[in-house]
């Protein structure tokens, strides 16, 4: 699958890094991330990363907005494994068209 992108909010880019197994967008200085592995046709939400210093921000919600509207524009699912993304999709309605499980 081809490397792609999505909004994540106020212009940051979400980028899919497909070789690595993540969903990436940059942040000052670093990158926030969101791991995953393809399982039977959906991507496994496994981690999310945002950097410490960094942490209060909004950006693990950035982040998790690109990761979904990634997962919608590809036709995709996903199965949340991951605590943060887990939350996100219980207080974000929204995104549940594209999670299962």
Same mark, same amino acid.
């Given at each position: %699958?081809?490397?792609?992108? !999505? *909004?994540?909010? =106020?212009?940051?880019?979400?980028?899919? &890094? @497909?070789? #690595?197994?993540?969903?990436? %967008?940059?942040?000052?200085?670093? $990158? !926030?991330? !969101?791991?995953? &592995? @393809?399982?039977?046709?959906?991507?496994?939400?496994?981690?999310?990363?945002? @950097?410490?210093?960094?942490?209060? #921000?909004?950006? +693990?919600? =950035?982040? !998790?907005? +690109?990761?979904?509207?990634?997962?919608?524009?590809?036709? &995709?699912?996903? /199965? $949340? #494994?991951? *605590?943060? %993304? &887990?939350?996100? =999709?219980?207080?974000? @309605?929204?995104?549940? *068209?594209?999670? /299962?499980?």
């Amino acid at each position: %699958m081809a490397e792609g992108s !999505a *909004d994540g909010s =106020a212009g940051t880019a979400v980028v899919e &890094r @497909p070789e #690595r197994q993540r969903f990436e %967008m940059a942040v000052e200085g670093g $990158l !926030a991330l !969101a791991y995953y &592995r @393809p399982e039977e046709g959906c991507l496994v939400l496994t981690h999310t990363e945002v @950097p410490q210093r960094l942490s209060g #921000r909004g950006l +693990g919600s =950035a982040l !998790a907005r +690109g990761v979904f509207a990634a997962l919608r524009t590809s036709g &995709r699912k996903a /199965v $949340l #494994r991951c *605590d943060f %993304m &887990r939350a996100y =999709a219980a207080r974000h @309605p929204e995104v549940q *068209d594209v999670v /299962v499980g």
